[in-house]
């Protein structure tokens, strides 16, 4: 009953995630990015929890400041792989491919351990779908 349950939350989560990359599969251009003075607006209601502020900015579309929040706690906590996984999937509704693999690259083979590898390896065939790193479902 309890893989059961884990398996429809994995499931549901990687939906939600490959919804949110078609939902946003344009790139992203740092022109469409917020300014500065609606950073400081998205800033302002900070909660003080990092990834719950990472969630905003990327609601607002600020992938840039997200993954800037993300990219310091992964300096913080280098052993936390769930920060590594965040990381990815920033850059994964971001449309950043590039940025995308070189940070799976960097960190494979921990990711590749991680409970969140299922996701990862989807979105990673999502975003590169000829790169042979990924496992086509």
């Given amino acids: 009953m309890a893989s059961e349950l884990i398996n429809l939350f994995i499931g549901i989560a990687i939906g939600?995630?490959?919804g949110?990359?078609?939902m946003t599969r344009r790139s992203i251009r740092a022109s469409d990015q917020p300014s500065?003075?609606?950073?400081?607006?998205?800033?302002?209601d900070d909660t003080g929890d990092p990834l719950e502020d990472v969630d905003r900015r990327m609601a607002y579309g600020a992938y840039e400041a997200a993954a800037e929040i993300v990219t310091a706690q992964?300096?913080?906590?280098?052993?936390?792989?769930?920060l590594k996984a965040k990381l990815?999937?920033?850059?994964?509704?971001w449309g950043s491919e590039e940025k995308f693999l070189a940070t799976f690259r960097e960190h494979e083979d921990?990711?590749?351990r991680s409970k969140d590898w299922a996701k990862l390896n989807i979105?990673?065939?999502e975003l590169c779908p000829d790169d042979p790193m990924?496992?086509?479902s």
């Avoid at 990815?88 to 509704?93: A, D, G, S």
């Fill in 16 to 18: 939600f995630a490959i």
């Fill in 20 to 22: 949110v990359y078609w």
């Fill in 36 to 44: 500065a003075s609606q950073l400081k607006d998205i800033a302002r």
């Fill in 74 to 82: 992964i300096a913080e906590h280098p052993e936390n792989v769930q």
């Fill in 88 to 93: 990815l999937e920033i850059y994964f509704v």
């Fill in 110 to 112: 921990e990711l590749r």
């Fill in 123 to 125: 979105m990673g065939g």
């Fill in 134 to 136: 990924f496992e086509k």
